[in-house]
C-alpha cells in the first residue's frame, strides 16, 4: 500500500511538470508574440537585404539581432521594429523617406530628435544609467541617441579607446586639454569621459557620475577622502577649485603652478617678500624687502615645501607644527 501511494505521487508529480511546461511555453509564446504584435508589421531582414545587404548583415550579428533575446527587435518586428511599417516603402522601389520608413539614424529633417529618441526609449527607457534623461543638459539641447550611437555599424561610444572621438565632436575645448602635457590617460583608453560622466544625465553638476564633483573623483582618488583632523576645505568643496581633469600644462593637472595657485586664496607670507621697486606703495630699500604692504612678486618659490598635507593632515599638535596650517 505504501509503495503504491509512493508511486501514485510519483506520477502526480511528474504529470504536474509536464503540465506547468507546457504551460510555460504557452506563455512564452504569448509574450513573444504579445511584443510582436506591439510593434508594425512589415517585411523582415531578408527582404531589405536586398538594397541594405551590409546593414543587415551588421544587424544579424550584433545584440539587436540576436534571436534569443526575447526583449530585442529580432523577437519584435524586426526591422520595423525601429523603422516602421516598411511595406509601402518596398514596393515603391526604396529611397530616402519613401514610403514614410522613419530613420533614426539619419539626418531626416522630419524625424525631430524626440521622435527619435521616443523610438530607441521604447526598449531602452529602463535602467538606473537613463533615469534622469529628460530634462539632461543632453536632452534639453536636441541630441538624439543617434547623435552619438550608431546601430548598423560598430558603435565607438561603447568602446574606451574610440568613445573620446565621440564625445569631442562636440566639446572641442576637452579635445584641446586631454593632448596637454599633464592629464588623465584617456587617449590610451585606460579611463574615458563615462568612468566621470553620465551622458544620460545625473543629478550632479556637469553630467557627473556621483552627486557632485568630489564624489565622482574620489571612486579613484580615495587617498584623498579622508576624513581629516585638519582638512582643507578646497578638498571637501570641489577638486576643481585647484585641478583642471580634463589636462593642464602644470604638473598634477593644477591650474596654475604653485605658488601663484595659492595665491588666489591665499596671502602671501614670509620675513621677506621680493618687491618691484618703483611700483605705488613700495617704499625704499631696505623697507621695500620687508613687510606685507607693497607689490609682492613671487619667484621661484613653492607652498608645498613647507605646507606638504594640502589635501588635509591628521597632526593633533597643538604647537611643534600648527596641524591647521597644513604641516607635516
Given at each position: 500500500m505504501r509503495g503504491m501511494h509512493a508511486s501514485n505521487f510519483t506520477l502526480g508529480l511528474g504529470e504536474l511538470f509536464k503540465?506547468?511546461?507546457?504551460?510555460?511555453?504557452?506563455?512564452?509564446?504569448?509574450?513573444?508574440?504579445?511584443?510582436?504584435?506591439?510593434?508594425?508589421?512589415?517585411?523582415?531582414?531578408?527582404?531589405?537585404?536586398?538594397?541594405?545587404?551590409?546593414?543587415?548583415?551588421?544587424?544579424?550579428?550584433?545584440?539587436?539581432?540576436?534571436?534569443?533575446?526575447l526583449?530585442?527587435?529580432?523577437?519584435?518586428?524586426?526591422?520595423?521594429?525601429?523603422?516602421?511599417?516598411?511595406?509601402?516603402?518596398?514596393?515603391?522601389?526604396?529611397?530616402?523617406?519613401?514610403?514614410?520608413?522613419?530613420?533614426?539614424?539619419?539626418?531626416?529633417?522630419?524625424?525631430?530628435?524626440?521622435?527619435?529618441?521616443?523610438?530607441?526609449?521604447?526598449?531602452?527607457?529602463?535602467?538606473?544609467?537613463?533615469?534622469?534623461?529628460?530634462?539632461?543638459?543632453?536632452?534639453?539641447?536636441?541630441?538624439?541617441?543617434?547623435?552619438?550611437?550608431?546601430?548598423?555599424?560598430?558603435?565607438?561610444?561603447?568602446?574606451?579607446?574610440?568613445?573620446?572621438?565621440?564625445?569631442?565632436?562636440?566639446?572641442?575645448?576637452?579635445?584641446?586639454?586631454?593632448?596637454?602635457?599633464?592629464?588623465?590617460?584617456?587617449?590610451?583608453?585606460?579611463?574615458?569621459?563615462?568612468?566621470?560622466?553620465?551622458?544620460?544625465?545625473?543629478i550632479g553638476r556637469a553630467l557627473m557620475k556621483r552627486d557632485s564633483v568630489v564624489e565622482t573623483c574620489y571612486q579613484c582618488h580615495a587617498e584623498k577622502r579622508g576624513p581629516f583632523v585638519h582638512a582643507h576645505e578646497p578638498v571637501n568643496e570641489d577638486c576643481s577649485i585647484c585641478h583642471n581633469p580634463h589636462g593642464t600644462v602644470v604638473d598634477s593637472m593644477l591650474k596654475t603652478r604653485p605658488p601663484f595657485l595659492c595665491h588666489q586664496c591665499h596671502t602671501p607670507h614670509g620675513g621677506v617678500i621680493a618687491t618691484l621697486r618703483g611700483q605705488p606703495?613700495?617704499?625704499a630699500p631696505p623697507a621695500s624687502l620687508t613687510g606685507k604692504s607693497s607689490v609682492n612678486v613671487t619667484q621661484g618659490r613653492g607652498c608645498l615645501n613647507c605646507h606638504t598635507q594640502i589635501h588635509g593632515g591628521n597632526n593633533p599638535s597643538l604647537t611643534h607644527p600648527t596641524p591647521q596650517f597644513m604641516l607635516r
Open positions: 503540465r506547468l511546461g507546457m504551460l510555460g511555453v504557452a506563455a512564452l509564446a504569448l509574450g513573444v508574440g504579445g511584443a510582436g504584435s506591439a510593434y508594425a508589421a512589415g517585411p523582415g531582414p531578408e527582404v531589405c537585404a536586398n538594397c541594405h545587404e551590409a546593414v543587415v548583415a551588421y544587424y544579424k550579428g550584433s545584440v539587436h539581432g540576436q534571436q534569443g533575446n526583449r530585442g527587435p529580432a523577437n519584435a518586428g524586426e526591422c520595423s521594429t525601429c523603422h516602421g511599417d516598411t511595406t509601402e516603402h518596398v514596393k515603391a522601389g526604396g529611397g530616402r523617406g519613401v514610403g514614410g520608413i522613419k530613420n533614426p539614424g539619419g539626418k531626416s529633417a522630419s524625424l525631430a530628435a524626440d521622435d527619435k529618441n521616443a523610438i530607441c526609449l521604447t526598449c531602452h527607457a529602463g535602467g538606473s544609467k537613463r533615469t534622469h534623461w529628460e530634462g539632461s543638459t543632453h536632452q534639453t539641447r536636441g541630441n538624439a541617441c543617434t547623435s552619438c550611437h550608431t546601430m548598423h555599424t560598430k558603435d565607438k561610444v561603447l568602446t574606451k579607446v574610440t568613445q573620446p572621438e565621440v564625445c569631442f565632436n562636440c566639446h572641442k575645448q576637452q579635445r584641446v586639454e586631454v593632448n596637454r602635457t599633464f592629464r588623465h590617460p584617456v587617449l590610451e583608453g585606460k579611463v574615458v569621459c563615462s568612468d566621470c560622466h553620465n551622458p544620460h544625465g545625473s606703495g613700495v617704499a
